[in-house]
């Protein structure tokens, strides 16, 4: 037989079984019913005989199976991650081990790829860092202490730099204001509240005014949460 006719023969096969298919499975199941034992034997000395075939058949077929069914099974992960306490820890302890693996064999792809994600989430971050802060608050304050300890220097110039800016920010006119500013500081103190600047002063598209306008009274973790990103009617 010729490459030719078998070429034929096999597209006569996928033909019929395309037309019937039905037949075909209740054909297998029959089949499979009444030799099982010599099926089974048949199976395993293919697979002895050719395990790299079958592994990589094994791999392609995993992969267009969870191509197919994504969305049921991250659903089906999901809710097992919620519900079975030991395996989220298992989980847990899977990732980091993978993730120490990675950064031991590839520290600078490792660490780009860091960067990059950071950069291209920064909201993230800032929750992420939200939470670690609540989770670690004694301990972040400890450890800034330390730094403010250590770091004398760079903490002054660092409020030089601020009192400059605020300077410039600064109009002819805040001394017509300075007594309504001062009291606003004081009230924060009482409150445990920051003065927050609505329109900040130093920002990469906008600068606003040290002014009594431009002051409100925010909760430490909202004016945090603010930052300089965030302003009224801000493009």
Known sequence: MTEEQKEKARQRARKWYAENKERSLENRKKYYAENKEKVTLKVKQYQEENKERVSEWAKDRGKRYRKRHREELNLRQRIRYAEDIEYKERQKKDR????????????????????????????????????????????????????????????????????????????????????????????????????????????????????????????????????????????
Not at 165 to 188: G, S, V
Request: charged share 40%; hydrophobic share 30%; with cysteine.
């Open 96 to 235: 980091r081990e993978s993730m120490a693996r990675l950064r031991q064999k590839n520290p600078e792809r490792m660490k780009e790829q860091l960067l990059s994600w950071k950069k291209n989430n920064p909201e993230k971050v800032r929750e992420h860092n939200r939470r670690m802060y609540q989770k670690h608050k004694e301990s972040v304050k400890k450890r800034l202490e330390i730094w403010l300890e250590k770091n004398k220097d760079r903490t002054r110039q660092y409020r030089a730099e601020y009192k400059a800016r605020r300077a410039k920010a600064t109009p002819k006119w805040f001394d017509q204001e300075r007594l309504q500013i001062e009291a606003l500081y004081k009230k924060a103190r009482e409150l445990n509240l920051e003065v927050d600047h609505v329109v900040p002063i130093r920002s990469k598209k906008v600068c606003g005014l040290h002014t009594w306008a431009n002051l409100q009274l925010l909760d430490k973790t909202l004016n945090s949460r603010k930052s300089n990103r965030h302003w009224p009617d801000m493009p």
